[in-house]
């Protein structure tokens, strides 16, 4: 079956870095996708990352693909207020998307 | 370029009634999709139409039905509201659609709820 897993919560210090974890059960996934929600917004795409691909990054975010585990990591460095939203992980295969149900990450001051 | 937008961001309907939320998407995409978001089960994939035609469609009864329109809009609508339709309403677009980078837009969404 196709499932996207994440915890629910997840609470950070500002200036730490938050790691955000997802695993998926379909291993014929194409790309791997992180998206951010703000309340009162809709899905803001933040990255994503081939399948074949063990590693991405983009400035303060890094995406680490574990293909034989099918885990998905989202480290945010120093992480600041605004980051504060649900993060949500995706895979998609053929002509389908699957979203988990969203990490929603916090703020400590 | 302009984003995708939502119409109405708010709607109370009555069990019974039938609703039809609206989207105006990228100019130039061809793929829109709408998914229905609940705190109990997430983000569910509704359908997506491809260039004014439905390509795929999730796992909802017949009551939710949608249409793309030539001039980069979109319409949801639901007949027969029942009380667990109540939900945000997001409408997606992107160049493609599909498994083929499917880097999707969304809209902030139609929150509807059901009385």
């Known amino acids: 079956g196709e499932d996207v897993e994440q915890s629910l919560f997840l609470s950070v210090r500002e200036g730490d870095s938050s790691v955000i974890n997802c695993t998926y059960t379909?291993?014929?996934?194409?790309?791997l996708y992180w998206y951010k929600q703000e309340p009162g917004a809709g899905l803001q795409l933040l990255t994503y990352?081939?399948?074949?691909?063990d590693m991405k990054q983009d400035q303060r975010l890094t995406v680490l693909l574990n293909k034989k585990d099918k885990h998905l990591s989202l480290r945010i460095a120093d992480t600041q207020t605004g980051d504060s939203a649900i993060y949500f992980c995706?895979?998609?295969?053929?002509?389908?998307?699957?979203f988990g149900k969203g990490t929603r990450l916090h703020i400590l001051p | 370029k302009a984003g995708v937008t939502q119409t109405p961001r708010y709607l109370i309907k009555t069990r019974g009634q039938q609703v039809t939320l609206s989207c105006s998407f990228i100019s130039g995409h061809r793929s829109v999709s709408w998914y229905q978001q609940t705190p109990g089960q997430g983000l569910q994939f509704l359908f997506e139409y491809f260039s004014e035609t439905q390509r795929n469609k999730g796992n909802f009864p017949g009551r939710f039905s949608g249409r793309q329109f030539s001039n980069s809009r979109s319409e949801m609508n639901v007949s027969t509201l029942e009380l667990g339709d109540s939900a945000l309403y997001l409408c997606?677009?992107?160049?493609?659609?599909?498994?083929?980078?499917?880097?999707?837009?969304f809209g902030p969404g139609t929150r509807l709820t059901v009385t």
């Open positions: 997606a677009s992107s160049l493609e659609g599909g498994g083929w980078s499917y880097e999707q837009y």
């Open positions: 995706a895979e998609s295969m053929g002509d389908k998307i699957i």
């Open positions: 379909d291993s014929s996934s194409t790309y």
């Open positions: 990352i081939f399948s074949n691909m």
